[in-house]
């Protein structure tokens, strides 16, 4: 089990705002900032979201992340196909000293 | 091109090690933490290590402490996972991951993945 808590899956039609939850406490969300990193079937996870909220570059704008106490939020508004793949949140654990990864969400485009 | 290249990976048995190597390259090395993360097969991320651009600042997961050592050599702009004491849990397709600071540290996050070596434990 994960120190961090996704649901194992998430689903919308094309043009739909879905969004990811990450459930942590104290000790990691509720003290650090979150990461978001999706990643393709057979390819290295992508940074999606850094710093909670901030987008690196390349990545659309319909995507957007937040954090509030000890959950974060993965958005994607204007569900594309291509958006169809797995999610992970990640955040510094200060009890475990070191980088924690959600269970990763399967999102599936209907 | 900025990229990593892990190697290393193969079949080994129970209680045997590995060493695994990523090699650097687009980027200066010795400026960045480095870490290694693994995926079972079908399964999640699981961060296992990761190193400070000088060697000052070293973790481990608690699943790998006291069997894996991380290293690196910023001469030959490359990291190294020697895993000792390989159990089936271990098997894994192995991440490099380029931090984007120097030092590890709560604010931190992965700019760079490695495509990956796969290590699998078996008799």
């Known amino acids: 089990q994960s120190v961090l808590t996704q649901p194992p899956s998430a689903s919308g039609t094309p043009g739909q705002r879905v969004t990811i939850s990450c459930s942590g406490s104290?000790?990691?969300?509720?003290?650090?900032?979150v990461n978001w990193y999706q990643q393709l079937p057979g390819t290295a996870p992508k940074l999606l979201i850094y710093s909670s909220n901030q987008r690196p570059s390349g990545v659309p704008d319909r995507i957007s992340g937040s954090k509030s106490g000890t959950s974060a939020s993965l958005a994607i508004s204007g569900l594309q196909s291509e958006d169809e793949t797995d999610y992970y949140c990640a955040v510094w654990d200060d009890s475990l000293n070191g980088p924690v990864f959600g269970g990763g969400t399967k999102l599936t485009v209907l | 091109e900025v990229q990593l290249v892990e190697s290393g990976g193969g079949l080994v048995q129970p209680g045997r090690s590995l060493r695994l190597s990523c090699a650097a390259s687009?980027?200066?090395?010795?400026?960045?933490?480095m870490h290694w993360v693994r995926q079972a097969p079908g399964k999640g991320l699981e961060w296992v290590s990761g190193i400070s651009w000088n060697r000052g600042s070293i973790g481990y997961a608690d699943s790998v402490k006291g069997r894996f050592t991380i290293s690196r050599d910023n001469a030959k702009n490359s990291l190294y996972l020697q895993m000792n004491s390989l159990g089936a849990e271990d098997t894994a397709l192995y991440y490099c991951a380029k931090d984007y600071r120097r030092w590890l540290h709560p604010n931190w996050y992965f700019d760079l993945w490695g495509r990956g070596t796969l290590v699998t434990v078996s008799s």
């Open positions: 687009g980027f200066t090395f010795n400026e960045f933490a």
């Open positions: 104290s000790s990691n969300i509720g003290s650090n900032t």
